[in-house]
T-cell receptor
Framework: NAGVMQNPRHLVRRRGQEARLRCSPMKGHSHVYWYRQLPEEGLKFMVYLQKENIIDESGMPKERFSAEFPKEGPSILRIQQVVRGDSAAYFC???????????????FGEGSRLTVL | AQKVTQAQTEISVVEKEDVTLDCVYETRDTTYYLFWYKQPPSGELVFLIRRNSFDEQNEISGRYSWNFQKSTSSFNFTITASQVVDSAVYFCARGSNNQGGKLIFGQGTELSVKP
């Protein structure tokens, strides 16, 4: 039973390029969350998605960032025209249920580390 | 904002010492849950514990123990007889029943255990 899979684990981009980060949730999980960890900081919530729907994007920067979770395939976090300040670790988490008190489980992937040159 | 505060930025101990990592949270929710995660140098997030707000029973798991005090809004984490492999950044986080996996994380405490 594979865990939350993220790829690539490491991504290097030059300023102005696009970055695409992928997240495959655990089997049977339909709720996906993206978090960003800037250097030497804690994780900050970005976006919460269910299949084909964005539920909460209150933590997403208004420009250049977008996320999707299509009916088939992984969730994708897309950063257009990257800048140096986008350099961070991006973590994906998944859960079976929206209400963690019912299931208690929120599983994180190993993260994707984006470096912008 | 309803914050999670880990006042200790860095802690350094010698192997076999006991160490307590503090976590204080703010919330207006009556039902919520608290997490501790470990982030070793390799960078992944390792789940350690989840505690529901209605369960104040303290928990022990091997060398790890957690003290949940609702009256002081604290959820402290103690490692007994620390080992070098415990060296990592530890994060405390809070979630709410109506917000699924949208957690608020503390800034983290970097624990260094020296031989």
């Amino acid at each position: 039973n594979a865990g939350v899979m993220q790829n690539p684990r490491h991504l290097v981009r030059r300023r102005g390029q696009e970055a695409r980060l992928r997240c495959s949730p655990m089997k049977g999980h339909s709720h996906v969350y993206w978090y960003r960890q800037l250097p030497e900081e804690g994780l900050k919530f970005m976006v919460y998605l269910q299949k084909e729907n964005i539920i909460d994007e209150s933590g997403m920067p208004k420009e250049r960032f977008s996320a999707e979770f299509p009916k088939e395939g992984p969730s994708i976090l897309r950063i257009q025209q990257v800048v140096r300040g986008d350099s961070a670790a991006y973590f994906c988490a998944s859960s079976h249920d929206a209400h963690l008190l019912n299931t208690g489980e929120l599983f994180f992937g190993e993260g994707s580390r984006l470096t912008v040159l | 904002a309803q914050k999670v505060t880990q006042a200790q930025t860095e802690i350094s101990v010698v192997e076999k010492e006991d160490v307590t990592l503090d976590c204080v949270y703010e919330t207006r929710d009556t039902t919520y849950y608290l997490f501790w995660y470990k982030q070793p140098p390799s960078g992944e997030l390792v789940f350690l514990i989840r505690r529901n707000s209605f369960d104040e029973q303290n928990e022990i798991s091997g060398r790890y123990s957690w003290n949940f005090q609702k009256s002081t809004s604290s959820f402290n984490f103690t490692i007994t007889a620390s080992q070098v492999v415990d060296s990592a950044v530890y994060f405390c986080a809070r979630g709410s029943n109506n917000q699924g996996g949208k957690l608020i994380f503390g800034q983290g405490t970097e624990l260094s255990v020296k031989p």
